[in-house]
């Protein structure tokens, strides 16, 4: 544990819920600066499962407007179930999941008391966010990485991959609901891997919410406050991947069949909706077959 600010807890009311969701790569200090007022002057608990401190003087110092900044080390279901841990992240105001591997979060966290103390200092009105692994984690479904990574290619070659491990994300988060997120998108060439991950949710079902991809770039963030409003901010994208129907091809050992899939790209200052990642972006339309992404024309309007 590393504190920075008055350890003792400062009983104040936040006034989310909110998201801030980041990309990966260096911090959008104006997604830090948006959660400020709804954080309410309150505690803010970093959670990770490796690395050290080094969000604490950047959000109680650089940033500010906290009572304190905590980060916690998370790395064993013992401690994912720790009652101390618990409550921490339940009383706070801010919680910010870092970035590292999101296998670690899966497998130690998921059904812990941890993430159902995220699920209370929702209710109550916090700002949860997280980044790169982070980021991964809070969709209502997430690519685990329990095997390790997946490019895109792998990924469109054959949906039901080995390495294609999709399970559910930390904690049901209304605005959400249906998404399965990604980052590093336009660096590390995932889109094509974010299709396939929509595409699997599209066809493994579940009776829940349209699947919907969020894919976000690097030095890029998503806010979304309280009504549902969402607000791209950065340097990079978030990409917004949905379908007209679903795939025509989906199954083991086969290449991702789908022939009209809409990507809509949002920057800076662009706004979007939730649930459902409504906004007024142009879409661009691909086609799945042979293994890649090949750019198509807009399917006909019924």
Same mark, same amino acid.
């Not at 493994?204 to 030095?219: I, Q, R, S, W, Y």
């Not at 009504?227 to 199954?251: F, I, N, Q």
């Not at 459902?276 to 799945?288: C, K, M, N, P």
């Given at each position: 544990?590393?504190?920075?600010?008055?350890?003792?807890?400062?009983?104040?009311?936040?006034?989310?819920?909110?998201?801030?969701?980041?990309?990966?790569?260096?911090?959008?200090?104006?997604?830090?600066?948006?959660?400020?007022?709804?954080?309410?002057?309150?505690?803010?608990?970093?959670?990770?499962?490796?690395?050290?401190?080094?969000?604490?003087?950047?959000?109680?110092?650089?940033?500010?407007?906290?009572?304190?900044?905590?980060?916690?080390?998370?790395?064993?279901?013992?401690?994912?179930?720790?009652?101390?841990?618990?409550?921490?992240?339940?009383?706070?105001?801010g919680i910010f999941i870092a970035g590292g591997d999101q296998w670690d979060y899966a497998r130690d966290w998921s059904g812990s008391a941890l993430t159902a103390a995220l699920?209370?200092?929702? +209710? $109550?009105? *916090?700002?949860? %966010? /997280?980044?790169? =692994?982070?980021?991964?984690? @809070? #969709?209502?479904?997430?690519? &685990? !990485?329990?095997?390790?990574?997946?490019?895109?290619?792998?990924?469109?070659?054959?949906?039901?991959?080995?390495?294609?491990?999709?399970?559910?994300?930390?904690?049901?988060?209304?605005?959400?609901?249906?998404?399965?997120?990604?980052?590093?998108?336009?660096?590390?060439?995932?889109?094509?891997?974010?299709?396939?991950?929509? +595409? $699997?949710? *599209?066809?493994? %079902? /579940?009776?829940? =919410?349209?699947?919907?991809? @969020? #894919?976000?770039?690097?030095? &890029? !963030?998503?806010?979304?406050?309280?009504?549902?409003?969402?607000?791209?901010?950065?340097?990079?994208?978030?990409?917004?991947?949905t379908a007209p129907a679903a795939p025509e091809v989906c199954a083991p050992g086969e290449a991702l069949g789908w022939s009209a899939v809409a990507v809509v790209v949002y920057?800076?200052?662009?706004?979007?909706?939730?649930?459902?990642?409504?906004?007024? %972006?142009?879409?661009?339309?691909?086609?799945?077959?042979? #293994?890649?992404?090949?750019?198509?024309?807009?399917?006909?309007?019924?």
């Amino acid at each position: 544990m590393y504190t920075t600010g008055d350890p003792a807890d400062r009983d104040v009311a936040p006034r989310g819920p909110g998201l801030v969701l980041m990309g990966g790569g260096a911090e959008v200090d104006a997604a830090f600066d948006w959660w400020v007022p709804l954080v309410a002057g309150g505690d803010v608990v970093v959670l990770r499962a490796s690395g050290a401190d080094g969000y604490n003087d950047y959000l109680f110092e650089d940033i500010g407007g906290v009572d304190s900044v905590e980060t916690l080390m998370v790395d064993t279901r013992a401690e994912a179930d720790d009652a101390w841990v618990a409550e921490r992240v339940r009383r706070a105001e801010g919680i910010f999941i870092a970035g590292g591997d999101q296998w670690d979060y899966a497998r130690d966290w998921s059904g812990s008391a941890l993430t159902a103390a995220l699920a209370d200092a929702w +209710a $109550r009105g *916090a700002v949860l %966010g /997280g980044t790169s =692994a982070g980021l991964a984690m @809070l #969709g209502e479904r997430a690519f &685990t !990485a329990e095997r390790g990574t997946v490019t895109s290619a792998e990924a469109l070659a054959d949906p039901y991959d080995r390495d294609v491990t999709l399970g559910a994300g930390l904690v049901a988060l209304a605005p959400l609901a249906g998404v399965v997120t990604d980052s590093h998108v336009r660096q590390r060439d995932r889109v094509g891997r974010l299709v396939a991950f929509v +595409a $699997r949710l *599209a066809t493994d %079902g /579940g009776g829940g =919410a349209t699947p919907v991809g @969020l #894919g976000l770039d690097e030095e &890029t !963030a998503l806010v979304i406050g309280p009504d549902g409003a969402g607000r791209v901010m950065g340097e990079g994208a978030v990409r917004v991947v949905t379908a007209p129907a679903a795939p025509e091809v989906c199954a083991p050992g086969e290449a991702l069949g789908w022939s009209a899939v809409a990507v809509v790209v949002y920057e800076d200052g662009d706004e979007l909706m939730f649930p459902g990642a409504l906004g007024g %972006g142009v879409a661009s339309w691909f086609a799945a077959e042979g #293994g890649a992404l090949v750019a198509r024309e807009a399917p006909p309007a019924d």
